[in-house]
């Protein structure tokens, strides 16, 4: 459990806030390059971190992020003109290029000088890997771009998805770090069981991760690696590792041999956030992989059209059926992903006040978490930066999971399963 104090420095992200201090020391998604798909193209409305922004796209091709109201009177430049390297306001003709420059002024005889003095204000902005990527802090502390595995790779090779959650972006990260709940959640029923704790698929894997040999978290610069390892069978072990990279991105799961999968959500406000959802690998994605991908639902459930909201979401109950749920389904509610949804859009409400927790060992890498991210926003309030956003190169690894002998030691199990994480995976895998 945390303190209210401490709850309130892990989930506000506003502009003033010691962890919106902390996300403005990273790059982070603004939103979908197609969102803005072309040169010239309409503004679309951005909120992040609480700040209210629109997207654009100049004449170049060039994104820009900027001030959702214009420095004169405040009027919404997402009614702006977009044209000729800038937006132009419409209520009284203010121009501003994508570096948030005034470039005309042209209601006013004192506008030609007077436009050198006035800005709206801009965030910088990149295009990588299907994502406009921004950087909202101070320019003195302006890091390198971001150099993720899979922004190396081309479309072929990565998969991603945006939705919209209803809730903190920190809750909606502590699933990743739950190594518990998807024998409950994420589980199907076996009927001839007459033990409960048998009634889940899966019992077997359950009783190997309540019987753990061990879990270790390891701060690193980009931010956690968190390594297990369990028996798994006769003479082998599971070792696994998954990351927490700061400020708010995961690499959880692995959907397949060499397909990777990473999460990353970024606060909309203190109480909704877009969660982007990507897939990846080293080799080009299957016919079938793409499909199911595109169009199966159950990896990427469909949306509304037009907008980043699942079909089955918080106002139609997620279309729980309670006759799946008795017969087949532990929750009743279809994809993976959305059985998550209906649980952590609402933990005592979109924003868990968790200081009425009840923490068990089960919940101990959601703690840990908690403590890199508290820990980092708290130094930097005194001063200390963050050395992730500096060592890029640091974020290239992934998860990785394999069966090992049990004959190794659990030293030998760490650095092997550890070697996994850069790179293809060279060994045996067993998801
Ligand atoms: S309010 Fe935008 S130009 Fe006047
Ligand atoms: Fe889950």
Redesign the pocket.
């Given at each position: 459990m945390l303190t209210r104090e401490e709850n309130d420095l892990l989930t506000q992200t506003g502009p003033g806030t010691p962890m919106g201090d902390l996300f403005r020391r990273h790059w982070i998604p603004a939103c979908l390059s197609e969102e803005i798909p072309s040169a010239d193209c309409p503004p679309v409305r951005v909120t992040l971190l609480s700040e209210k922004l629109i997207a654009f796209r100049d004449s170049n091709g060039n994104p820009g992020l900027v001030d959702a109201y214009c420095p004169h009177r405040g009027a919404p430049l997402f009614f702006g003109r977009n044209e000729e390297c800038g937006i132009r306001c419409v209520y009284h003709g203010w121009k501003f290029d994508v570096s948030g420059k005034c470039v005309d002024l042209p209601n006013s005889p004192e506008g030609e000088t007077y436009k050198d003095k006035v800005a709206v204000k801009a965030y910088p902005s990149f295009d990588g890997g299907g994502i406009v990527w921004t950087y909202m802090g101070p320019a003195d502390k302006l890091p390198p771009r971001p150099t993720f595995e899979w922004l190396d790779f081309g479309e072929d090779r990565r998969y991603l998805r945006k939705y919209l959650l209803r809730c903190n972006y920190f809750q909606a990260i502590e699933?990743?770090y739950?190594p518990s709940?998807?024998f409950f959640?994420?589980s199907t029923l076996d009927n001839n069981a007459s033990n409960p704790g048998n009634r889940v698929r899966g019992g077997n894997r359950l009783n190997s991760f309540l019987n753990r040999k061990h879990n270790q978290v390891e701060d690193t610069p980009y931010g956690q690696a968190h390594i297990s390892i369990a028996q798994f069978g006769e003479g082998a072990n599971v070792a696994q590792v998954s990351q927490f990279f700061m400020p708010s991105f995961t690499g959880s799961g692995i959907s397949g041999p060499n397909v990777y999968a990473s999460n990353m959500r970024v606060p909309i406000d203190d109480e909704s956030c877009f969660h982007y959802r990507l897939r990846w690998s080293y080799e080009p994605f299957s016919k079938e992989q793409v499909w199911e991908d595109k169009y199966g639902g159950y990896t990427y459930p469909e949306q509304i059209p037009g907008t980043f909201l699942a079909k089955e979401n918080k106002d139609n109950d997620y279309l729980v059926d309670r006759i799946a749920q008795k017969n087949y389904s532990f929750t009743g509610i279809k994809a993976?992903?959305i059985?998550?949804l209906a649980?952590v859009e609402d933990q005592w409400g979109a924003r868990a006040d968790r200081s009425l927790e009840k923490l068990v060992t089960a919940d101990q890498n959601i703690i840990a978490v908690r403590r890199r991210l508290i820990t980092a926003a708290r130094a930097l309030m005194e001063g200390e930066e963050p050395s992730g956003p500096w060592n890029p190169d640091a974020y290239r690894v992934h998860t990785a999971r394999m069966t090992l002998p049990d004959t190794l030691s659990i030293e030998e199990s760490v650095e092997a399963i550890k070697a996994q994480t850069r790179g293809p995976v060279t060994l045996s895998t067993s998801t």
């Open positions: 699933g990743d739950d709940h998807g959640l994420h993976f992903p059985q998550d649980l």
